[in-house]
């Protein structure tokens, strides 16, 4: 059964960095595109970041450019999402999809996900 683990969210204040993890339970992760997600209150559920199986192409919503980075470790079943300069415009519950295949940036076309982490950014 296919399973994936966020860990890692918190409360940080505005600047900060955080690193959330993804822990994968999946058989074909080595082919799985992997991607973040996140739903701020009161909103839909955005695309934030995505990297392909093998870990040499990534994506960035504009938002998150220049301050998020995505890594996978194809040994651990791991995706990671590097958090830096943090907003609290970046408040949300973060998510982690996988896919099989290419990567994508919409939600639909992610048939696995996490149950999601929380991300405080606030003074």
């Known amino acids: 059964q296919e399973r994936l683990v966020e860990s890692g969210g918190g409360l940080v204040q505005p600047g900060g960095s955080l690193r959330l993890s993804c822990a994968a339970s999946?058989?074909?992760?080595?082919?799985?595109?992997m991607a973040w997600f996140r739903r701020a209150p009161g909103k839909e559920r955005e695309f934030v970041a995505t990297?392909?199986?093998?870990?040499?192409?990534?994506y960035y919503a504009d938002s998150v450019k220049g301050r998020f980075t995505i890594s996978r470790d194809n040994a651990k079943n791991t995706v990671y999402l590097q958090m830096n300069s943090l907003k609290p415009e970046d408040t949300a519950v973060y998510y982690c999809?996988?896919?099989?295949?290419?990567?994508?940036?919409?939600?639909?076309?992610?048939?696995?996900w996490g149950q999601g982490t929380q991300v405080t950014v606030s003074s």
């Open positions: 999809a996988a896919r099989l295949g290419a990567t994508r940036t919409r939600e639909v076309d992610f048939a696995s």
């Open positions: 990297v392909s199986a093998e870990g040499g192409v990534t």
């Open positions: 999946v058989p074909t992760f080595s082919r799985c595109a």
